[in-house]
């Protein structure tokens, strides 16, 4: 079973900031990794996939990056709706599994 | 654009059956593998298992025991069935799509707004 961390667990930063948020993979995943972002009372929105592929209609600055068991998301400047919480999610190769980070919430400084 | 929409009771007694419906439209729910993942109050997002049109079907080992899953291609709906539940089978239920690409995708592209079912008698 391969676990997913993030860190930080709670980021507070201002509306215009960069925010960078990790997910680490207890084994390698390669590049299977997408992110996910939720806000209050809302599903998970995918963001990114396959590492750093940007879903549709997802602004350019959502960034993702990694390979391995390393994976990194990166908020170019902050913008009041971007302030949710977000989710790493892995698959593993065969047979297919699928599992979630615990999260990461960005809040308001 | 695909839209998803879970239905069925909000509350479940213990040790009862959990029975959930998923009806997809805007596509055909033949080009996607579609999953259950659940969210428990404070929990992590818990990925149950999927299902695809043919009935091929992959669970979460810890589901694999209390889970069913079945396709209706002529509603265009997906099911889900969860035996012997208890409280910690409380959770808000998320009906979610991954194209297939003859295999399963590697993420979630499409989501229903999920439907919370609480465990109580």
């Known amino acids: 079973e391969i676990v997913l961390t993030q860190s930080p667990a709670t980021l507070s930063l201002s509306p215009g900031d960069a925010a960078t948020l990790s997910c680490r993979a207890s084994?390698?995943?390669?590049?299977?990794l997408a992110w996910y972002q939720q806000r209050p009372g809302q599903a998970p929105r995918l963001l990114i996939y396959?590492?750093?592929n940007r879903a549709t209609g997802i602004p350019v600055r959502f960034r993702g990056s990694g390979s391995g068991t390393d994976f990194t998301l990166t908020i170019s400047s902050l913008e009041p709706e971007d302030f949710a919480v977000y989710h790493c999610?892995?698959?593993?190769?065969?047979?297919?599994?699928?599992?979630f980070g615990p999260g990461t919430k960005l809040e308001i400084k | 654009q695909v839209q998803v929409q879970e239905s069925g009771p909000g509350l479940v007694k213990p040790s009862e059956t959990l029975s959930l419906t998923c009806t997809v439209s805007?596509?055909?729910?033949?080009?996607?593998?579609w999953s259950w993942i659940r969210q428990a109050p404070g929990k992590r997002l818990e990925w149950i298992g999927y299902?695809?049109?043919?009935?091929?079907?992959n669970f979460d080992p810890s589901f694999k025991r209390r889970v069913t899953m079945s396709a209706d291609t002529s509603k265009n709906q997906i099911s889900l069935n969860v035996t012997s539940v208890n409280d910690a089978d409380t959770a808000v239920y998320y009906c979610?799509?991954?194209?297939?690409?003859?295999?399963?995708?590697?993420?979630?592209?499409?989501w229903g707004q999920g439907i919370l079912v609480t465990v109580s008698s």
């Open positions: 979610a799509g991954t194209y297939s690409y003859g295999r399963p995708g590697s993420a979630f592209e499409s």
């Open positions: 805007g596509d055909s729910i033949s080009r996607y593998y």
């Open positions: 299902l695809f049109f043919t009935g091929t079907t």
């Open positions: 084994q390698s995943v390669g590049t299977h």
């Open positions: 396959d590492s750093s």
């Open positions: 999610q892995q698959r593993s190769s065969w047979p297919p599994r699928y599992s």
